[in-house]
Structure formats: C-alpha cells, structure tokens
C-alpha cells in the first residue's frame, strides 16, 4: 500500500455502524485523517454520536442517514464504506462518483468481474469523469489469496500456477455478516455465494498477473450444514441448518489447474492441534521449482480489514479517477 500523506489529512466520512466501522473508528483516532460524518443505514439511528454506535463512548461526530446530502455537501473528500454488499453498496459508489468524492470500502476488490458489466461501465465511466477514486480491499479478497499470490508469482519462472487455500474460524464474525451474507442458522443449500463470489475475484486477479484471459474459474463445495444443535457468534444453529462453508474454484488451462483457490469457514475451523494452517499458498513454476508460504492469522479478522482499509486511503492518492483493483495500489 501507498502511504503519501494529504499534508492535513483527509476528510472522511465513514458508512456503517458494525464491527469494521468499529474498528475504522479506533484505527483513526491516532492517525491524520479525520472522520468529519458519519452515516447509517437505519434512520432511526440517525442524530447519535458515531462513537456511541461503534465504540461505546462519543468522539463528537454526528451521524445522518442522508448519504447522498454528505456527499453533496462538500464536507468529505473520501467515504470509507463499511456497509454490507448489494443495492446500496452499488447506490453509494453511484453518488460517490456522480459527486467526486473518494470511496474505500471491503465489499469486493476486482470491479469488473464482480459487478455486471453495464453496472461496472456506468460506475467506472462516471468515476473517470469527475476524478472520484473507488478502491476496494481486505483480507479475504484483497491480500491473502490474491495479492500475496500475484507478488509471488513474479519470483518463478512461467507458467505458474497457484493453490492457495484459506481457514476461518467464523465464531468472531458478525451476526449481519453471519445471517445474510453466508445464510448460518438458515437451510439454504449448493454454493456458498459470498465465499464463492470472493474466491472467484481472488482467482480473476491472479489470471489477470498471470496472463490467462478470460479463463473462467469453476465452482466446487459449498455451504456445510451442521449435524447437532450449535452456537455461532451471536446466532442459534439448528441440527441440518447452515453452520459455515467449504467453498473451492479451480481455473484450468487445457488439462492443467493453474489455479485452485479454497476457503472454509466453520465455527473453531484451525483451532485444533495439527491443523492446516489458517492460510497455505504454494506456487509452481515451469521448472518445478516452488514457493511455500504458511501464514497462521488473528482470529478476529476485523483489525486487519480496517487496517488495510485506512491504509488505502493513502494508497489511491496516486490513482486516477475510476474503479481500480486492490492491485492498482501502490506497496513501498
């Protein structure tokens, strides 16, 4: 990530009020950049101090529910988007770009493969034609099974090919994330649509560095039921009912893998003795030769997301107008 500083910092405003924008409250109350709104979904929670909803104690900053007035208003230069993904993810990219105003947000990392295209076109162009910067990144897409990867890849000679797989222990996760996002407590069944969607961006931006046009990754696994009665995080789960996810895509060339990316998700996934660990990534070169890399992560992913976030706000400095991959962001 970039880290040129705005002279004063920034002028942020923060969407969302859950554990992310809890943590982007924490991560900047230290740092240069300064949180001048914030804005919630609800509008029964609008008029509460930001602080109260997030961190439990006021920081003076007033919150609204009108996205579109604070991005009128001239009083933010950027918006960390910390909301969930769908119609009003897509509604706040809209506004940033219709308003030229910067965008941060964790919802996915490569633009053009997750929106539809003529989402995508209409975003990008309205972007490009008032400088607005929007820049998505996290963890899980945005570093350990894409980034991490694509900066690898460089150190092998071609035709590399890439598996990387990723464990979570989904206890610490949001009950909204939990709920809707992956469905636990539910009794959907087949493919676990958020894990796969992230994976297949993961796999697109890795096709992307290695040259593979426009391959198309296949889906395998899916949701997990749970085989006896369970708490997860804040959420009863049922016998047969959701409990996590074992989600793969593999991308093949000819008759070759050249990538297979995987991710579970289970309540207390890692945590035994003798368990993978949390992130495993090995890539192949043309030779034989390989490069291992085994990371064992915090168990509370929302730290590390807020940080890379916070981090791009100076990062997309150097960007033109446009939607842009995490890969677009500079690493010094």
């Known amino acids: 990530m970039g880290n040129t500083l705005s002279p004063a910092g920034v002028r942020l405003g923060l969407y969302g009020s859950g554990r992310t924008a809890a943590e982007l409250v924490t991560a ?6 300064s949180i001048e709104q914030g804005i919630v979904h ?22 609204t529910s009108d996205l579109e007035a604070v991005l009128g208003s001239g009083k933010i230069e950027l918006l960390l988007y910390a909301g969930l993904g769908g119609p009003r993810h897509i509604e706040a990219m809209a506004l940033c770009a219709e308003y030229g105003v910067d965008m941060v947000h964790a919802c996915f990392v490569h633009p053009r493969s997750s929106l539809p295209e003529p989402v995508y076109e209409a975003l ?42 990723r464990v979570s222990d989904i206890s610490a996760w949001g009950a909204d994330v939990l709920a809707q996002e992956l469905g636990v407590g539910s009794r959907r069944e087949g493919t676990a649509v958020e894990p796969d969607r992230a994976l297949r961006e993961s ?10 046009g426009e391959l198309e990754p296949e889906s395998q696994g899916g949701l997990v039921a ?34 297979r990316l995987s991710w579970r998700g289970l309540p207390g996934a890692g945590s035994a003795p003798g368990e993978k660990k949390a992130v495993e990534v090995t890539l192949t070169g043309a030779d034989g ?20 976030m916070v981090s791009a706000v100076d990062g997309l400095q150097a960007l033109g107008g446009g939607l842009h991959p995490t890969t677009a962001l500079r690493i010094v």
């Open 42 to 63: 609800a509008p029964r929670r609008a008029g509460s101090d930001l602080g109260e909803l997030t961190i439990g104690a006021p920081i003076g900053v007033g919150t």
């Open 289 to 308: 030769s390989q490069i291992l890399v085994q990371v064992s992560t915090p168990r509370d992913p929302y730290p590390g997301t807020a940080a890379r």
């Open 28 to 33: 900047l109350r230290s740092g240069p950049h």
């Open 226 to 259: 749970a085989g006896e009665d369970v708490i997860v995080g804040s959420l009863a789960v049922r016998r047969g009912q959701v409990l996590g996810f074992d989600q793969h895509v593999v991308l093949r060339q000819g008759e070759s893998d050249r990538i």
């Open 124 to 165: 990008d162009a309205g972007a490009r034609s008032t400088g607005s910067r929007i820049v998505g990144t996290g963890m899980i897409p945005g570093l350990w099974l894409d980034v991490l990867p694509c900066l690898l890849s460089s150190g092998l000679p071609a035709p590399v090919s890439v598996e990387a797989s």
């Open 203 to 212: 796999a697109r931006m890795i096709a992307d560095v290695l040259g593979l």
